[in-house]
């Protein structure tokens, strides 16, 4: 790992039950010495990275800048905006759009349509690869040395729905490639259920996933074949906007 990426671990120590970190904190979560995290502590705060405070350091102004960059003029969310509203006036469901980052899914984009109950993963939560639709459709797409590299590193639990075995988890892959989409219900938000179709980049790798989700009576009110139409043909249509 080069100074660069070290520097940048630090940023991955922030959390909802750690929302300000120190030098200590630092040096014990990371196992970095105190000098290294002075001298990385120093370059985020100058880049507006991270802010001084009396109990330590928190996350800077930077981050918010960053952030209003993304929400205006991101690609996926510049190829998707009349998109999500076409869905939401169709549906009156929640809509997710999601994006791969290394081995984690986090969603960049949170539009409500009629539900009440908020959804518990929403916009800049991190997901794993292994539960709920929008994880799952991503992971399906993945190259095969990446998908046997998750599977072997997966605990038990991870694999519940998809097989314990490489072969159950292999088919389980091809089935909602096969599909073009994939549904969950329950897993991330209890009564809660979504259907998600993943969405590609210019060299059809992919990048993400759009995702429909709804109160479970509501979400199941509706036909499976109309549901799943709607959500592949946005993520279709989103794609070759990439693309293009």
């Not at 995290?37 to 985020?44: F, G, T």
């Not at 999601?98 to 969603?107: A, F, K, Q, R």
């Not at 994880?135 to 095969?144: F, K, W």
Request: proline share 5%; with cysteine; aromatic share 8%.
């Amino acid at each position: 790992m080069n100074s660069l990426s070290r520097m940048l671990e630090v940023l991955k120590l922030f959390s909802a039950d750690q929302p300000v970190i120190d030098i200590e904190i630092i040096c014990s979560q990371l196992g970095y010495t105190s000098p290294s995290a002075y001298r990385y502590v120093r370059e985020l705060s100058n880049a507006g990275l991270l802010v001084r405070l009396p109990r330590g350091y928190a996350l800077g102004p930077r981050i918010i800048e960053l952030d209003r960059h993304m929400t205006q003029f991101d690609p996926l969310l510049a190829a998707s905006h009349d998109i999500v509203g076409d869905l939401i006036a169709q549906t009156s469901l929640e809509l997710l759009i999601s994006e791969l980052y290394g081995s984690t899914v986090i969603n960049i984009l949170q539009r409500s349509g009629s539900e009440e109950q908020p959804l518990n993963y929403g916009r800049g939560r991190p997901m794993d690869l292994f539960h709920s639709a929008t994880s799952r459709v991503i992971l399906a797409y993945l190259l095969p040395r990446q998908l046997r590299r998750l599977f072997d590193s997966a605990a038990p639990g991870d694999l519940e729905r998809l097989g314990s075995t490489w072969k159950d988890f292999s088919k389980a892959m091809l089935r909602i490639r096969k599909d073009g989409y994939c549904i969950s219900e329950g897993e991330l938000d209890p009564n809660k259920s979504g259907i998600a179709a993943p969405i590609f980049d210019e060299k059809q790798r992919i990048l993400g996933s759009i995702t429909l989700v709804g109160n479970s009576e509501r979400f199941n009110a509706f036909n499976r074949d109309f549901l799943s139409g709607l959500v592949t043909d946005a993520a279709r249509k989103i794609t070759s906007r990439i693309a293009g």
